[in-house]
Nanobody, 127 residues
Framework: QVQLVESGGGLVQAGGSLRLSCAAS????????MGWFRQAPGKEREFAAG????????YYADSVKGRFTISRDNAKNTVYLQMNSLKPEDTAVYYCAVDRRPWSTAVATRINAYEYWGQGTQVTVSP
């Protein structure tokens, strides 16, 4: 059974940093691209960052580009999201997800491109 468990969320002041982790099990995740999405209160879930299976390709939403960095450690089946220079508008529940397509070298931004999702971790940025 595929399982994704996010951790690392919390409360931080604007300008601060957090590092999210997503531990995956139940599949050879090194074969799959992975992504981080976020959902703010009253808003739709949106793409934040993605990384190809080999970590050779990363892609970011314009809203986080230059502040967030996605990485992965395939030996640990873990994906990370380093978030720096956080802003109050980054407040959201953050979810990691696994792409449906094995061996994809591209990074998808559409929600329906991802098959499995974690339960989410709350990130709150105070002014």
């Amino acid at each position: 059974q595929v399982q994704l468990v996010e951790s690392g969320g919390g409360l931080v002041q604007a300008g601060g940093s957090l590092r999210l982790s997503c531990a995956a099990s139940g599949r050879t995740f090194s074969n799959y691209a992975m992504g981080w999405f976020r959902q703010a209160p009253g808003k739709e879930r949106e793409f934040a960052a993605g990384i190809s299976n080999s970590a050779g390709i990363t892609y970011y939403a314009d809203s986080v580009k230059g502040r967030f960095t996605i990485s992965r450690d395939n030996a640990k089946n873990t994906v990370y999201l380093q978030m720096n220079s956080l802003k109050p508008e980054d407040t959201a529940v953050y979810y990691c997800a696994v792409d449906r397509r094995p061996w994809s070298t591209a990074v998808a931004t559409r929600i329906n491109a991802y098959e499995y999702w974690g339960q989410g971790t709350q990130v709150t940025v105070s002014p």
